[in-house]
């Protein structure tokens, strides 16, 4: 009996193990490199980023593609920057309303067909308001078609090596909402991993869209008859209900099936943060889940500088040279690496330095002889390049007669 109890106890207990895998809500792969830190968040699936670096500091579902309701308009809004940037498109040039883009309904501004706006006004509508008539007005116009631009939009996609992103339109709307739909086939989805990359894509190479995205209100048609004053759906923002200090970006989205959604972004000191969750149950709850997610960031998270080009490698200062008239030389970086680590973690960072082989004079300042692989507990950080190592200074070859005497001394 007490063999048979002991084998129901270790049946229970690998259960468990294998149990506790599985319990949802747990993120998978917080840090790459250090240990994941679970995180209550009510949302279908959820990332939080550092922008600067992309390291991923937690996650849960973050490659599971969902529907992305408005999130999908900063696929809009880069397609739109990147045509600014070209040449091909100006703020201050003329869109001519269609029939089409005027039918388009729920966030709007009223667009009637006809109407003449600028590119400036509707896509300060697009982001601000999240209005679905300019955003299909300006893909019209930039592509002929919205058909045309969502094309750009999955080719783009494609080139930021976004994988679990598809796109059918330019708003995110449920394809029944349109009168004339797109006509582009497959699922339009995105995962949260998909979306917090296009965030930081989107912020790092068109930095101007914070001082567009951070208006808390924008005045649409301002001084005419029908004038429209906007508030933005970010609440996060300075002045709305659910301000959070350092939020400045980026974007809310909601249909039925998608839930409650909002890419954000915030900065403190030195460090930017970008969020996402997906599938929040409420209006209100997305903001709190973000403030969650933000708040074990900004508590959690430092930027150190752990070497500078120039510098001595930590654990390698030196190395010996044969034939030399110095039998050692400094070594140093040839190269900066500054990272983002969870404050107290600090020691659990070193440096792997391998060179390509013995040293042997002459050798000239700034000669690569090796690299430096910075690791965490002895595994190599993702995302960060090995490090050049070089020859500080000068070292010239000894002649026969130093070098004689030398091996004399030596075997002495």
Known sequence: MKDWGRRAALLCFIAGLLLGLWIPG???????????????IQARSYVLMEMESGRVLADENSDIPYEPASLTKLMTEYVLLRKVEKGELAWDETVTISANAASIGEAQVFLRMGEKRTVEELFHALSIRSANDAAVALAEHVAGSETKFVDLMNQTATELGLTDTHFRNSTGL???LYRDPPRVGGKHHMSAADVAELTRRLLLDFPEIRQIISHSRYTFRNGEPREMRLRNTNEMLPGLAHYYEGVDGVKTGYTRKAGYCFAGSAERGDVRLISVVMGTVSHIQRFRETAKLLDHGFDQIEWMDFVQKGDPIPGMAQASVKNGVETEVAL??????????????EDHYSWDVSLTGELEAPLRAGTVVGKAKFVYDGEEVDG???VPVV?????????????????????F
């Open 26 to 40: 747990i993120p998978v792969h917080a840090m790459a490199d250090e240990p994941a830190v679970p995180l209550d």
């Open 174 to 176: 449920p394809m029944w």
């Open 391 to 411: 020859v500080a200074e000068d070292v010239e070859a000894a002649g026969w007669f130093r070098l004689f005497f030398r091996r004399i001394a030596n075997w």
């Open 332 to 345: 140093a970086a040839d190269g900066n690496v500054r990272y983002p680590v969870r404050k107290g973690e």
């Open 384 to 386: 960060i390049e090995p």
